[in-house]
Structure formats: C-alpha cells, structure tokens
C-alpha cells in the first residue's frame, strides 16, 4: 500500500500556471505507476495524465495535451503535474492515484490507491 498527499493547488487567473505535487509514502514509489485525475461539480471523475513506472512514458487527455505536463522524481518519492495556459473549465479537485507493476492507465477503475486531493480554481 502506497499513501499519497497532493498539494499545490489553488486559485489562478485564466492563462496562469499551476504546479501540482503528489508525495508517496509506504511502499517503493519507483515500482508505480502515477495518473493524475480531476473532477468538477457535479461530474465524474477524468483521466488527466499519467506516468509509467517502467519508462517514464507519458499519455494524457486530449483537452490538457500540450497544456498540462506530468512528471516524476524517484528520489523524491513525488510526482508532478505543471499545469500552464490554465483554463476556467480545468477548475476541479485534482487528484493522483498509484498502480503498482502496471502500465500508467487512464481508467479510474485501475488505480486502488488515491490521495485526497486538492483543489484547482481558474477563474476568467
């Protein structure tokens, strides 16, 4: 079992920038793969990105690619998500999740870990 806690958010302009952290704790963070997801109001909840533990390869959602950028730090137990050109329909509770020995995916249903997450307001 892995414990995650994201931090970061926030209230930002439209156009700002954003970066979010997720910290790990528990089990070897290298041995997981991370996604991020958001949900607004009364919808459920997205797929935003994700990185694999084996490659370090990326995929994310068509309406954050080329906006949104996740990244990880193994050494620091941590994975990031920098958010730029932020629009007012990004604003939601942005949340990470961790898969052990599996391929990032963009299901929510694949991931059994989850942090509390944190909460991302852009306003216009």
């Known amino acids: 079992q892995v414990q995650l806690v994201e931090s970061g958010g926030g209230l930002v302009q439209a156009g700002g920038s954003l970066r979010l952290s997720c910290a790990a704790s528990?089990?070897?963070?290298?041995?997981?793969?991370m996604g991020w997801f958001r949900q607004a109001p009364g919808k459920e909840r997205e797929f935003v990105a994700t990185i694999s533990w084996s490659d370090g390869s990326t995929y994310y959602a068509d309406s954050v690619k080329g906006r949104f950028t996740i990244s990880r730090d193994n050494a620091k137990n941590t994975v990031y998500l920098q958010m730029n050109s932020l629009k007012p329909e990004d604003t939601a509770v942005y949340y990470c999740?961790?898969?052990?020995?599996?391929?990032?995916?963009?299901?929510?249903?694949?991931?059994?870990?989850w942090g509390q997450g944190t909460q991302v307001t852009v306003s216009s």
């Open positions: 999740a961790a898969r052990r020995f599996s391929a990032g995916s963009y299901n929510v249903h694949e991931y059994p870990n």
């Open positions: 528990g089990r070897t963070f290298s041995a997981y793969s």
